[in-house]
């Protein structure tokens, strides 16, 4: 149950209530929350909608349990929760129905949840990250540390090598390279090297490689690791402090 901040009352979907009230309205989300969703948004996020008029919601599928469930503490009753999504044998089934691959086993997936938030109309500024018919960052993305940090724990490889840097892909702006480099600059961040990578199948990918000493620096600036992602990190930054 939530309660609403404008009548008292507890209901069991504070969306359905705001949605269908004459006298309250949609709270509004917290800074920290939307630089969730733009963090989570660049990863493995996703905004849909139920029906063409209803208000939009952020949908993330991942095998990590644990982000999933600090998700749903962080959206609070903006949440709709953390649910079984699919098994690590209908996984395994599906990547080789649609040929992702073709001998796909059982053993080499793992089960996989979901997490939504609530429909809002807050959420309405994200659609032009789909204008282009796929998912492309806009231009004007800051990277604050928590931005940073859900894209990384998302889309990014920590080298536990001798190297120990950070890669991040970024497969849906392989066209967009000044775009990306960009961003970091804006935000006082190391620059990292653009990396085009083609497959054998022709499929060409990007990624983002940042030096050792950069990314050590990246770190630093993201703070402490979310739950699920501490192997991204290296030991030394697992218990400091943001």
């Keep these: 149950m939530s309660k609403c901040s404008q009548c008292s009352k507890e209901f069991e979907s504070i969306g359905k209530h705001?949605?269908?009230?004459v006298d309250c309205d949609y709270e509004n989300l917290s800074e920290k929350q939307l630089d969730v969703v733009t963090g989570?948004?660049?990863?493995?996020?996703?905004?849909?909608?139920q029906k063409r008029h209803y208000n939009p919601y952020l949908q993330v599928i991942m095998?990590?349990?644990e982000y999933l469930n600090?998700?749903?503490?962080?959206?609070?009753?903006?949440?709709?929760?953390?649910?079984?999504?699919?098994?690590?044998?209908?996984?395994?089934e599906e990547a080789s129905k649609t040929g992702f691959s073709e001998n796909a086993q059982e053993i080499n997936y793992e089960d996989q949840y979901i997490f939504r938030?609530?429909?809002?109309p807050e959420l309405e500024r994200?659609?032009?990250?789909?204008?282009?018919?796929?998912?492309?960052?806009p231009k004007n993305?800051?990277?604050?540390?928590?931005?940073?940090k859900h894209w990384y724990c998302c889309d990014g490889y920590f080298d536990n090598s001798s190297n120990q840097r950070i890669t991040i892909s970024v497969a849906n702006?392989?066209?967009?390279?000044?775009?990306?480099?960009?961003?970091?600059?804006?935000?006082?961040?190391?620059?990292?090297?653009f990396r085009k990578c083609r497959r054998k199948d022709g499929y060409v990918g990007c990624r983002l490689e940042f030096l050792k000493s950069d990314s050590l620096k990246i770190w630093e600036y993201m703070g402490d690791p979310l739950p699920g992602f501490e192997y991204k990190w290296p030991g030394r930054f697992i218990n400091t402090k943001e």
């Excluded at 989570?40 to 909608?49: H, P, Y």
């Design 126 to 137: 994200f659609n032009e990250w789909y204008s282009s018919g796929e998912k492309t960052f």
């Design 173 to 193: 702006e392989v066209e967009n390279k000044d775009k990306l480099l960009k961003m970091f600059r804006e935000s006082g961040l190391p620059s990292p090297k």
């Design 40 to 49: 989570v948004l660049m990863g493995d996020g996703t905004i849909a909608k």
């Design 63 to 65: 095998i990590k349990q």
């Design 141 to 148: 993305i800051k990277l604050t540390p928590t931005v940073l």
């Design 18 to 21: 705001w949605s269908q009230s």
């Design 117 to 120: 938030t609530i429909s809002h």
């Design 70 to 92: 600090y998700l749903y503490k962080i959206f609070g009753k903006f949440s709709n929760g953390v649910k079984f999504w699919k098994s690590a044998k209908e996984a395994a």
